[in-house]
């Protein structure tokens, strides 16, 4: 959940624990010197007198409370400023707060404040010694003072608020970034589970193809039994291992490598012999320019519009023929087409996810999947993109 924070700090807001002791023992030392230079230079060449008493009260005051500014800004500089405009001594402790209140507190309150220091520097400038300059410039001089207190404390201000946008930012991008690359691995994961579930449903036709040869031809030879029996435990044996592979992919907080060879137009072959072995009369036909150098991404998606195809005939249009023609070649693209006579299933219905997932395949490698239903036949065709 993100949490905005505040544009700026309020009035109330000041240092706690562990760091007010620093910026208290600062604020004394600064605050200290300040005012022990002020009362030098108005009493160095001069004789004690009463005011010089008044000067030292107003100080030692002034300076016991410059660390309320921390907490209490506003009424602490208020204070101070009355007391600056009875001495001089207590100028500085009040610029530290006119300054504090700049920085900490909205704009409207800075300004009176200011206002306010103003006006009782000018009170103390019609009683008070004010360094052989006349009124005039005194309060020119003042005004300017306030001035520049106000427009450090709104840099200050602007800066630091700059400053918690840019960490807001960076902790958000920090944010999206773990999002997008969790979302990465779980699209990658999901891609790679789709994969396999869908070699594990052509596996799974393969072996009720087999069973269901055991089942209804019991007059078969032993060999042959023997053999499709084989087949089936050597079926079984490997959807085994490739749902556990599903399970772990789709558990898996992590995402690692896929280790599993990709299909190339190479495996073609063997996956029409599977087919074949499976009683489904398969006619093949590769007409195919340097086959070998086709982009990993076009021929695992032939490769798998292919097995989807071969998988859907073999369930819904068992024993009939199916014609796989696949050509092309670079710069003009790959084109495949499975064709079969229609039996008695739900033509069109695939195994697997379907013939709404075989089409979002091929449209991720850039290609285009139509399937229709004519002469009698089912029709699956795709056309892949092929750089040159």
Avoid at 96 to 110: D, E, F, H, M, S
Wanted: with cysteine; proline share 6%; hydrophobic share 45%.
């Amino acid at each position: 959940m993100i949490r905005y924070l505040p544009a700026g700090p309020r009035a109330g807001d000041g240092e706690h624990g562990p760091r007010a002791l620093p910026a208290v023992a600062v604020m004394l030392a600064i605050s200290g010197v300040l005012i022990a230079m002020t009362v030098l230079g108005l009493w160095s060449d001069r004789s004690p007198g009463p005011l010089l008493a008044l000067d030292l009260v107003a100080g030692v005051l002034s300076w016991l409370l410059t660390p309320l500014v921390l907490w209490r800004p506003v009424a602490a500089t208020g204070v101070l400023t009355v007391l600056a405009a009875v001495s001089p001594a207590a100028t500085p402790p009040a610029t530290i707060g006119a300054l504090q209140v700049a920085r900490r507190c909205p704009t409207r309150q800075a300004v009176v404040v200011a206002a306010a220091g103003v006006a009782a520097h000018a009170v103390q400038g019609l009683w008070r010694s004010n360094g052989g300059i006349s009124y005039g410039w005194w309060l020119i001089l003042i005004t300017a003072g306030y001035g520049a207190l106000l427009g450090w404390g709104a840099w200050a201000q602007a800066r630091e608020a700059l400053i918690r946008q840019l960490r807001e930012r960076a902790r958000r991008a920090e944010a999206e970034q773990g999002r997008r690359v969790a979302e990465a691995r779980m699209l990658e994961r999901r891609k790679i589970a789709h994969e396999m579930h869908d070699v594990l449903a052509h596996r799974l036709s393969l072996l009720a193809t087999f069973a269901g040869a055991m089942e209804y031809r019991p007059d078969s030879s032993p060999e042959q039994m023997s053999r499709a029996a084989g087949v089936v435990r050597t079926g079984v044996h490997q959807a085994l291992e490739e749902l556990r592979e599903v399970i772990n992919l789709l558990r898996e907080d992590e995402l690692s490598e896929d280790d599993r060879p990709q299909p190339v137009l190479a495996d073609l072959p063997r996956l029409v012999a599977e087919s074949r072995a499976a009683g489904t009369d398969v006619d093949l036909s590769v007409v195919v320019e340097k086959s070998d150098a086709a982009p990993p991404v076009v021929a695992r998606t032939a490769y798998r519009v292919i097995q989807e195809g071969l998988t859907n005939a073999r369930k819904h249009a068992a024993g009939r023929a199916v014609h796989v023609v696949l050509e092309g070649g670079p710069g003009t693209g790959l084109s495949l087409s499975v064709i079969n006579s229609l039996g008695d299933g739900p033509a069109g219905f695939s195994g697997g996810a379907g013939l709404v997932g075989l089409t979002e395949r091929v449209r991720l490698a850039g290609g285009r999947l139509d399937h229709e239903v004519a002469g009698g036949e089912f029709r699956l065709r795709a056309s892949l993109p092929w750089p040159a």
